[in-house]
């Protein structure tokens, strides 16, 4: 299973990596291998200002309905717009191309709270 080093990760199996003052959110490979092949994202949150753990949108699989869930608290800047006419890519390429939204973090303490890429591992029992 693969775990980037340079990521922070969620107990709700998201990621957040930071560049500058701007966070990119997704889902990590394990979620989308539990989640099987995805088939629509959604997500209506751009603009707005959410709290950690707020729901930020939702991801639709042949499986099941999921909720995803904001890793630290900040402005939802963007949605990644590929995603709405190719979902696939979350399967193929979750942690690069993959990404679901841009933010813009406001408690750099809630960041260094996510679990390092190890603890993640460790939760997930690798």
């Known amino acids: 299973m693969n775990i980037p080093e340079q990521l922070k990760y969620t107990k709700d199996h998201e ?9 990119f959110v997704g889902i ?5 291998h539990e989640l099987g092949d995805i088939v629509y994202l959604e997500v209506e949150t751009a603009g707005e200002t959410l709290n ?5 949108g939702t991801i639709e699989a042949v499986k099941t309905v999921a909720d995803m869930f904001m890793p630290v608290s900040g402005e939802v800047l963007e949605f990644n717009q590929e995603l709405a006419s190719h979902p696939e890519i979350l399967n193929q390429d979750p942690y690069g191309k993959g990404w679901v939204i841009k933010i813009h973090p406001t408690n750099p303490a809630e960041v260094d709270a996510l679990l390092s890429a190890a603890e993640y591992g460790a939760m997930l029992g690798h």
């Not at 990590?28 to 989308?32: L, P």
């Not at 950690?52 to 930020?56: K, M, N, P, R």
């Open 52 to 56: 950690e753990g707020e729901t930020f």
């Open 15 to 23: 990621w957040l990596k930071i560049e500058g003052d701007t966070g």
């Open 28 to 32: 990590t490979e394990h979620a989308q």
